[in-house]
């Protein structure tokens, strides 16, 4: 990660700050959360799917590297296991001059910005960028990330002709045999990242990412859609400390979206959410166990009612615990 510069209207220079994609996209989804990881990084929380998200989403990578046939991939590791930045930037440089046709992890730096494209693909007039999720629906989260990408790559002189999303496609039945050109859709998304560079002026944002991250001050930034949307914030329980527990966003079956508004009206507490928004039969259960502090609900008569109706050999298939975006069964999709 490259080095970003900036000085204060003294002329005294500021902490330098590291900037990439992923951070830009961070700062989009909540100023905050950059703040955070700065200042307070002991209070974040790992959401346990991340994990599993980040290594799907590499095996996706690597698939579609081969989308548009022979391609050049220029990752390289140092010996910790961390890409090798500088390593990487010139190895670009040396493909765009010998005209390499499709280049994987194709990595830039503009004054300390750095991102690395998926799929840098050359074009009658230009170069097209291709952003490769393992997602099976474009997302807004998806736009920012490519815009970002694209301001970047215009700053270092290069001419984007297109800009694309490669997603998983649901439709895709597997036979036996993996074909990518299957198993991925492609979208163009040049009108929405255009719409995008109207929404949110990058350099604007970027010059607020820095005011950001250089003050001392922590945010005043309360709970907003920014704490799920477009991912769960692992920092939900320190930004929430506020908040009794158990809260309005702990009902059963609430959408954070209903959960927020409540918020913001002041509602807070079980209690009041009673009076104040419109339940089922099952919250109004939970709410008067927490109220009457009653023991935790088990029906008994509907577990036996249940098992009753089933009969032996029984055969289990847990399908939760294995959810592969790229079928490894035959007869199976995404």
């Known amino acids: 990660i490259m080095l970003y ?4 209207y003294t002329k005294e220079k500021m902490q330098m700050l590291h900037f990439s994609k992923s951070k830009y996209c961070l700062h989009i989804q909540c100023p905050k959360i950059l703040w955070l990881k700065k200042y307070k990084p002991e209070a974040f929380v790992q959401d346990t799917s991340v994990e599993n998200r980040m290594t799907t989403g590499n095996v996706v990578g690597d698939l579609a590297m081969g989308l548009f046939g022979d391609y050049t991939e220029v990752t390289v590791l140092n010996k910790d296991g961390k890409p090798d930045i500088s390593a990487m930037i010139e190895k670009t440089k040396q493909c765009l001059l010998d005209g390499v046709e499709n280049i994987c992890e194709a990595s830039f730096n503009y004054n300390g910005l750095y991102c690395a494209v998926d799929i840098l693909r050359k074009e009658k007039d230009g170069y097209a960028i291709y952003e490769v999720k393992s997602s099976t629906e474009p997302k807004y989260i998806y736009i920012v990330d490519i815009s970002y990408q694209k301001y970047v790559l215009e700053k270092c002189g290069v001419k984007i002709t297109g800009t694309y999303v490669v997603n998983i496609d649901s439709d895709y039945l597997f036979d036996g045999t993996l074909d990518i050109q299957k198993l991925f859709k492609i979208t163009d998304v040049s009108a929405l990242v ?11 944002e970027l010059d607020y990412a820095k005011r950001t991250l250089a003050c001392k001050d922590e945010p005043a930034l309360d709970l907003s859609v920014g704490c799920q949307n477009p991912y769960p914030c692992g920092f939900w ?6 908040i009794p527990a158990p809260s309005v966003f702990d009902i059963y079956r609430m959408s954070f979206t209903k959960a927020l508004e409540l918020y913001k009206q002041g509602i807070t507490d079980v209690k009041d959410v009673l009076t104040s928004a419109k339940l089922n039969a099952l919250q109004k259960q939970q709410i008067d166990y927490i109220l009457n ?17 089933l009969s032996y050999p029984l055969y289990f298939l847990d399908f939760e615990t294995m959810q592969p975006v790229v079928p490894q069964f035959v007869g199976t999709r995404p």
Request: with cysteine; aromatic share 14%; net charge negative.
């Open 5 to 8: 510069y900036t000085y204060t």
């Open 194 to 204: 255009e719409e995008e560079y109207g929404i949110h002026h990058i350099e604007a």
């Open 237 to 242: 329980k320190y930004c929430s400390r506020h």
């Open 293 to 309: 502090d009653k023991p935790d609900h088990v029906d008994k008569d509907g577990i036996k009612n249940f098992l009753d109706g």
